[in-house]
């Protein structure tokens, strides 16, 4: 599986083997994904200063994170290695 976030507001998951993409729209130019170790969530970072944890089969949106400014710059994010903390930068 590929997974690529995009400015349009978008998360895309091309599954290489079946052929099929999955869309998520999440309304809100996306400036970097990271998959989680158990690889059952994705985590977006967005340009509205919003980090968005997103159910990797359904797309559900299980939670967000702001506090930080994130308007104009691509800025990572990142789980810590028991996906118990995710990580983002501000500009």
Not at 9 to 21: A, L, Y
């Amino acid at each position: 599986t590929i997974v690529a976030g995009s400015v349009d507001g978008t998360v895309r998951s091309f599954d290489v083997r079946k052929g099929r993409v999955q869309v998520d729209d999440i309304h809100h130019p996306v400036t970097a994904i990271r998959l989680s170790n158990d690889a059952n969530c994705l985590l977006a970072a967005c340009l509205d200063a919003h980090l968005r944890l997103l159910d990797r089969e359904s797309g559900e949106e299980l939670a967000q994170y702001s506090g930080h400014t994130n308007l104009t710059a691509k800025l990572n994010c990142a789980f810590t290695n028991t996906d118990g903390v995710v990580l983002g930068g501000s500009e």
